[in-house]
């Protein structure tokens, strides 16, 4: 799991893959992931369309790029509704504190569950992570 942080942390964009009350695929850019309490957690606005899609389809998918290596990753996001997470997410990622705040009722934090990424080259045989 902290190869897949590290990775995303490094890519510093990476995209959200969820599904719509459709079932048609929408994709987004995110920069905001953690690690508490041994799970690595994402966050959004719990106004926004991506949070409403996770809670009601939580299968997602994550895709990001550092140099000439990819990350492909599924999981199902588990929203945390507890205080505490909301502030590690906010300690870890400051920039989120201009939109968001603690307990504020937009803060949302998911984790993710049964996880597995796919680190992948042109040249090497996919780096195989499961967590969660």
């Known amino acids: 799991m902290e190869r897949v942080f590290e990775f995303l942390k490094r890519a510093g964009i990476w995209y959200l893959a969820t599904v719509d009350e459709y079932g048609n695929p929408q994709v987004r850019?995110?920069?905001?992931?953690?690690?508490?309490?041994?799970?690595?957690?994402?966050?959004?606005?719990?106004?926004?369309?991506?949070?409403?899609?996770?809670?009601?389809?939580?299968?997602?998918?994550?895709?990001?790029?550092?140099?000439?290596?990819?990350?492909?990753?599924?999981?199902?996001?588990?929203?945390?509704?507890?205080?505490?997470?909301?502030a590690a997410m906010l300690e870890a990622n400051p920039t989120l504190k201009t939109m968001y705040a603690v307990g504020d009722g937009n803060t949302a934090v998911f984790y993710l569950k049964n996880a597995k990424a796919n680190i992948c080259s042109l040249n090497k045989e996919p780096e195989i992570i499961e967590f969660g």
């Open 29 to 86: 850019p995110f920069g905001a992931q953690n690690i508490f309490e041994g799970k690595l957690y994402i966050e959004t606005g719990l106004k926004k369309q991506v949070a409403k899609q996770m809670l009601a389809h939580p299968r997602i998918s994550i895709s990001g790029m550092v140099e000439d290596k990819w990350i492909r990753l599924d999981a199902y996001a588990v929203y945390d509704e507890r205080l505490e997470a909301q």
